[in-house]
Nanobody, 115 residues
Framework: QVQLQESGGGLVQAGGSLRLSCVASGSIFSIATMGWYRQAPGKRRELVAIITSGGSTNYADSVKGRFTISGDNAKNTVYLQMSSLQPEDTAVYFC?????????WGQGTQVTVSS
């Protein structure tokens, strides 16, 4: 069973940057379209960035131009580079498949942006 482990979150001031990592227990990134999701308190989980097995990317309008998703198949790791962070980016961030059935969700990593 695939396990996902997110890390890299923290507390940052508005305008700051963070890089999140998602490590999978198996070699899934070469065959799956993966995504980063986030869930803010009281809100539904939303998909903010995706990367296909071929390396194509797409972003939600709310993060376009500020977030960059990338992957390292050899390390079974997907990254999310976040810059120009704003308080509205505060959420728990998760990675998972962006198409097809989800893998079991990891615990996520908390990102808090102070104004």
């Amino acid at each position: 069973q695939v396990q996902l482990q997110e890390s890299g979150g923290g507390l940052v001031q508005a305008g700051g940057s963070l890089r999140l990592s998602c490590v999978a227990s198996g070699s899934i990134f070469s065959i799956a379209t993966m995504g980063w999701y986030r869930q803010a308190p009281g809100k539904r989980r939303e998909l903010v960035a995706i990367i296909t097995s071929g390396g194509s990317t797409n972003y939600a309008d709310s993060v376009k131009g500020r977030f960059t998703i990338s992957g390292d198949n050899a390390k079974n790791t997907v990254y999310l580079q976040m810059s120009s962070l704003q308080p509205e980016d505060t959420a728990v961030y998760f990675c998972n498949r962006a198409s097809g059935s989800w893998y079991p969700w990891g615990q996520g990593t908390q990102v808090t942006v102070s104004s």
